[in-house]
């Protein structure tokens, strides 16, 4: 970003304390919500070293699971109304999602009511598959995403 | 066999392994009986030919057509004749494929639109050809001698991305279908200019988010539209009118069908007996026909069969084939396509 950030101030949060989980997760099929937000909490925020987690973009809440229907929704908020990043973050988390969880789940990815000026046009595009698709075959937009996700700069 | 009893059952005659990404679409080639083909296109780049083996009728792939286009094959469309097949493609071309003695060569590579290309279709002459991309337009281009294909119109006004094009199944009038939500219905002025001559959008009854697909009846005065509104609506002309005159009648909604797939439906097509197939996002594929129940209040659809789990995953397109069998082809995210027989309880 060399045209100044987007958001150049976010409030950084404090980590939670992760939760020791003493099952293997992959011992049965059943997916909880904790289980999705260990995945997703690290990825990396596409402006600043920061996770997800310690911006506030994503918590616990931010997850819901129907497991006997196979679908995942996951709604983020993000630091600012006119966060041009929204849709990388969406990106994000369909990527790692698709990495760590069975294919036949169903996901959906939203920002949370009221916390973006472009709503409705972001929340579109983010579960349009052909425009996700098509997005993740763009070596730029690849580049970012993969830099957010695999990134240990936090 | 009376259709309208409902004594029908869905067999899964194959699967079809091959792609390694998701299959987008398929096209059956429609001068192909015997033995019977199509086509098939996915995310892993590549377009595959499947045929029936006359003796065993069991199918498997015949070519693998690799290496020409660079990111996603997104839709195929095969030439009336069979002879040439057209692949859109993410990587913003349209290649042209030709069938020389079994083996497919392109022979034409169409450039022009600024990213990824949709969809694309031949008309019924088979003289003309649409294309349609992210870019909001939807180019028509013809059909020359020698494998040249010249740009003819660039046609914008939907202000989305644009999904699908089809041609009416005998009049040379285009539809297009969009993010945008709506169907535009594009017609040429008799001077070789095209215009959009009506547009189909919420307020005339259509659709609330993104229409993924269309298809024609076999009469061409019904046409069946599928969203991410989650519903299929039909859509009715008179057709007597637009063949005897230049005169381009209206499209009107005719009925919506909803309550029925719970995600995205992606595709629809409609038999040349009057069955329409629809595939979603729910991984199910379902039958629909007109009901002769409630011809007091015009003609009604109802559900004929559904068949859920279809795939393991979304299905992204359902096509009949050309036959005269209840043959039906579905492709899907699992990376499969499904070769079903709907056909009468036994």
Redesign the interface.
């Known amino acids: 970003m060399t045209l100044g950030l987007i958001n150049a101030n976010p409030v950084v949060h404090a980590k939670k304390e992760r939760v020791a989980r003493t099952e293997d997760p992959h011992s049965d099929d059943a997916v909880d919500p904790l289980e999705i937000y260990d995945y997703v909490r690290d990825i990396r925020d596409p402006e600043h070293p920061y996770s997800l987690e310690q911006l506030s973009v994503l918590s616990e809440e931010s997850i819901t699971v129907d497991d006997k229907l196979g679908r995942i929704l996951i709604t983020f908020t993000p630091t600012i109304q006119h966060c041009s990043m929204a849709t990388v973050i969406g990106l994000c988390l369909r990527v790692k999602l698709q990495e760590c969880f069975p294919p036949h789940y169903k996901v959906d990815i939203k920002v949370a009511p009221g916390s973006h000026a472009d709503e409705e046009s972001v929340n579109k595009q983010l579960n349009d598959k052909e425009r996700v698709a098509a997005a993740l075959e763009n070596p730029n937009l690849r580049q970012l995403v993969d830099e957010c996700l695999y990134s240990k700069e936090l | 066999m009376d259709l309208y009893d409902g004594n029908l059952e869905l067999k899964e005659l194959q699967t079809l392994h091959g792609h390694t990404d ?1 299959v987008w679409s398929l096209a059956w080639n429609p001068a192909a009986s015997s033995p019977p083909q199509f086509a098939s296109c996915s ?1 892993d780049k590549t377009v595959r030919i499947w045929e029936q083996s006359p003796s065993s009728r069991s199918w498997h792939c015949k070519a693998v057509m690799e290496e020409t286009h660079t ?2 094959v ?1 839709s195929c469309a095969w030439s009336p004749s069979g002879k040439l097949l057209a692949t859109a493609s ?1 990587d913003a071309t349209t290649a042209i494929w030709e069938n020389v003695g079994g083996d497919f060569e392109c022979v034409s590579t169409l450039e022009g639109h600024e ?2 290309v ?1 969809s694309v279709a031949w008309n019924a002459g088979g003289t003309l050809l649409a294309t349609c991309s ?1 870019d909001k337009t939807v180019w028509i281009w013809e059909v020359m001698p020698g494998n040249e294909f010249e740009c003819a119109s660039v046609l914008q006004g939907h202000s989305q ?1 644009v ?1 699908m094009v089809k041609w009416h199944p005998t009049l040379d009038i285009l539809f297009s279908c969009s ?1 945008d939500n709506t169907i535009k219905v594009w017609a040429e002025d008799g001077t070789g200019d095209w215009h959009c001559v009506q547009t189909l959008g919420e307020a005339n009854n259509g659709h609330s ?2 229409v993924w697909a269309l298809s024609f009846n076999a009469d061409g005065d019904k046409m069946v539209t599928c969203s ?1 509104d989650l519903t299929l609506k039909i859509w009715e002309t008179d057709i007597t009118r637009i063949e005897s005159g230049d005169d381009p009648a209206p499209w009107s909604h005719l009925c919506t069908l909803s309550g029925y797939h719970d ?1 995205t439906i992606f595709s629809v097509h409609w038999s040349r007996e009057g069955i329409i197939a629809s595939g979603a ?1 729910d ?1 199910a594929i379902r039958f629909f026909t007109e009901s002769k129940d409630a011809l007091v209040d015009g003609p009604s659809y109802k559900l004929l069969l559904k068949r859920d789990k279809a795939h ?3 299905v992204n397109s359902v096509q009949w084939s050309p036959g005269e069998n209840r043959l039906l082809a579905s492709a899907s ?2 990376g499969t396509i499904k070769m079903w027989e709907l056909a009468a309880l036994t």
């Open positions: 998701r995310g990111r996603t997104r993410f990213n990824e949709k992210r991305d999904k993010y988010s993104t991410d995600r996002a991984d393991d995953m979304d995210d699992d």
